[in-house]
């Protein structure tokens, strides 16, 4: 019998990364997503590459009675990967409430339902935003955690000490939290990918909507940084490397590995592009000139976000594999296939 997986979120973009890389483990994956942010169309994606379909759960998991209904129907899970959450930084300033009802009702809601159904091991969707603006790099996890810029960002800090408050009482349940620092590109078939609704807020689907385009002009916020060349440097991970993370967590979790109840553990790939190395590096796989220009800081960024992934290295047994023309190359072909499938070639 395959050991069952419960994926909230699952049919979003790190969620459908993880999902394939889970089934090809062997793993049974059910997703539960309320498609706010997805479409159901992901899992035909996650069939053709595997070869299996995955059950899908549409559940609004601040619904506390859609919550227990569905994790009573899927008791015989093993482990669950919560990447249910909104993410849009811009569009919480804006909706600060809407951000830390829906991300942290969720998370309770989810908590929850995971201990009463004795489902045990848990695995958290946090981010390189509890960090702040670190007074240093690399980043290593027994940095403080400083109140992040956006209300996104603080309901991932506040996730944080929700479930650090959760699991002292509940002691059968063992947690890991993976910061993720930036994750981009897509599965190599292009079957799958990040689909943002609206005007990308994320560099790289802007750079690829502008290559592609959909938009006019990437807007460059700021090449007066203390960096390189100005403008500022981000760890950027692909969003594959990011799936096997969860596949080596949820294996520590299972053979009960952990060495405590809760554990954080950061991914990234330790090394940092600028925002004009990320340019050339497309225009160098795409073979196209990106129409740019410099223009101001944008509000909240910080001038140098990069991991110390030496932890996930040990602990997890995990290094991020691929590389940045990888990363490009595969963010390219996706936005290739959802134009095409867009203009109905
Ligand atoms: P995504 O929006 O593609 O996926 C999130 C999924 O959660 C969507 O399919 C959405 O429909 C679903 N969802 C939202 N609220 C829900 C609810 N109440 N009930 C059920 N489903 C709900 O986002 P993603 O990029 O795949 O991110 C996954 C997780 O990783 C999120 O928690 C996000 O905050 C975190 N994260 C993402 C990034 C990034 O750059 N993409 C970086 C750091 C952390
Ligand atoms: C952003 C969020 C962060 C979130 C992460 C993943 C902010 C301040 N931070 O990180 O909380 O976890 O996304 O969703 O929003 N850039 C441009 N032009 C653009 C877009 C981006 O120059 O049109 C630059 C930014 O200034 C930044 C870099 O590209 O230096 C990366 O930006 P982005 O992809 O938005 O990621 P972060 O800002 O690192």
Redesign the pocket.
Known sequence: MKTKILV??G?????SHTAVSLIESGYEVVL???????SKETVVGIQEITGTKPKLEV????YKKQCADVFAKHNDAKGLIH?????AVGESVKRPLQYYY?NLS?LMNTLECTVDNQINNFIF???ATVYGKPDNVPISEDFEMKRPFSPYGNS?KIAEEIMEDFIVSNDSLSIISLR?F??IGAHESGIIG?LPTGTPN?LMPYITQVAAGVREKLLVFGNDYPTRDGTPIRDYIHVVDLAEAHLKALKRLLDRENEKTMEVFNLGSGKGYTVLEIIHAFEKVSGKQLNYEVTARREGDVPELISLPDLANIKLQWKAKRDLSEMVKSAWEWEKKIRTKVNGE
Do not use: R
């Open positions: 909230t979120g049919t979003g973009y790190i969620g539960i997503d309320n498609l706010s942010n997805s559940v609004d998991l601040t990447f249910a959450a909104l993410k829906n969720s969707s946090s981010s991932k993720y930036n994750p990040e994320n």
